[in-house]
């Protein structure tokens, strides 16, 4: 088992910049890919980007390359979602959530933590 609580969520205002973190506990961090979705009231969920275990490759939704960026630090079990400019469209409940390498599966997810922008 692999859980995962979001952190750093909160309402700001349009242009702003906002850190995500997401906190794992319960199995070998590294030895997993972390993915982070959100949904949007009234939406599906949707993919925001995610990173390899060792933090070496990286993948973004292409409509939000260049605004966010995705890290890690393995020493401290934790992810992080680095989001700038933003736009009240970026509105959503952030998830994290976990994929053993080699999976194409995520098999453990976080409880979200909201972020609301306003202009």
């Known amino acids: 088992q692999v859980q995962l609580v979001e952190s750093g969520g909160r309402s700001m205002q349009a242009g702003g910049s906002l850190r995500l973190s997401c906190a794992a506990s319960g199995r070998t961090f590294s030895d997993y890919v972390l993915g982070w979705f959100r949904q949007a009231p009234g939406k599906g969920r949707d993919f925001v980007a995610n990173i390899d275990g060792s933090g070496e490759f990286t993948y973004y939704s292409d409509s939000l390359k260049g605004r966010f960026t995705i890290s890690r630090d393995n020493a401290q079990s934790t992810v992080y979602l680095q989001m700038n400019n933003l736009k009240p469209e970026d509105t959503a409940v952030y998830y994290c959530?976990?994929?053993?390498?080699?999976?194409?599966?995520?098999?453990?997810w976080g409880q979200g933590t909201q972020v609301t922008v306003y202009s």
């Open positions: 959530a976990a994929a053993l390498t080699g999976s194409d599966e995520y098999s453990y």
